[in-house]
């Protein structure tokens, strides 16, 4: 079966701009769970959607949010990118919510550069 | 503060080595823990995880274990390929925060 995708691969942004992120998880799974990852502080939660509904989220700010469909398909935005924002962006993907006694399927991810 | 920490140090060994990668926690009470690999510019692989009740794991040449006294998990790949080099990391979930939160990894480089 497909795995998880995430598009685009690669995007380079300027500084103030916004950005929409993808990922489709596996056909089946409902819960898609974001992180961000940059090689000082690693993987970092962004948020946890199931059933369209957000269940957790992580300490970021308000410009990031994100969204489920009915697909389960999970979109993230930024908004007004700050440098910083620099990062490998990951989707995992899991039948339910609270997946950690199962282990997550994650994507390749989105490398996004912001300059 | 909670913290995961893995050895940021790369851990270099030879061929048909086994090679030993430790994590160690704070102010956690996971309910898992689980073990992923990471090869540049992919994302995780789930690779093992193991409960909080339990003290050892093993899935073909992975071992992990796993002590809740010592806020410590080991992982053991035994006869290490060159093919193992990637970067391994660890993830606790509890289930009061209900996420899982991942250390920063450790580099593991197999040579011949």
């Known amino acids: 079966k497909a795995g998880v995708t995430q598009t685009p691969r690669y995007l380079i942004k300027t500084r103030g701009q916004q950005v929409t992120l993808s990922c489709s998880p596996i056909?089946?799974?409902?819960?898609v769970s974001w992180y961000q990852q940059t090689p000082g502080q690693g993987l970092q939660f962004l948020f946890e959607?199931?059933?369209?509904?957000?269940?957790n989220k992580g300490n970021f700010p308000g410009r990031f949010s994100g969204r489920q469909f009915s697909n389960s398909r999970s979109e993230m935005n930024v908004s007004t990118l700050e440098l910083g924002d620099s990062a490998l962006y990951l989707c995992?993907?899991?039948?339910?919510?609270?997946?950690?006694?199962?282990?997550?399927?994650f994507g390749s991810g989105t490398r996004l550069t912001v300059v | 503060s909670q913290k995961i920490e893995q050895n940021s140090e790369a851990l270099n060994i030879q061929e048909g080595k086994t090679a030993t990668l430790t994590c160690n926690y704070t102010?956690?009470?996971?309910?898992?823990l689980q073990w992923y690999r990471q090869d540049p510019g992919r994302g995780p692989v789930f690779l093992l995880l193991i409960r909080e009740n339990e003290k050892e794991k093993r899935k073909e040449r992975l071992k992990v274990t796993f002590d809740t006294t010592l806020k410590q998990s080991l992982f053991h790949i035994t006869a290490s390929q060159p093919a193992d080099s990637a970067t391994y990391l660890c993830?606790?979930?509890?289930?009061?925060?209900?996420?899982?939160?991942f250390g920063t990894g450790t580099r593991l480089q197999v040579t011949l």
């Open positions: 993830a606790l979930y509890t289930g009061t925060a209900s996420k899982l939160t």
């Open positions: 959607y199931f059933s369209e509904t957000q269940r």
């Open positions: 995992a993907s899991s039948l339910t919510a609270g997946q950690g006694r199962n282990g997550y399927t």
């Open positions: 102010n956690y009470s996971p309910a898992y």
């Open positions: 056909s089946g799974h409902r819960s």
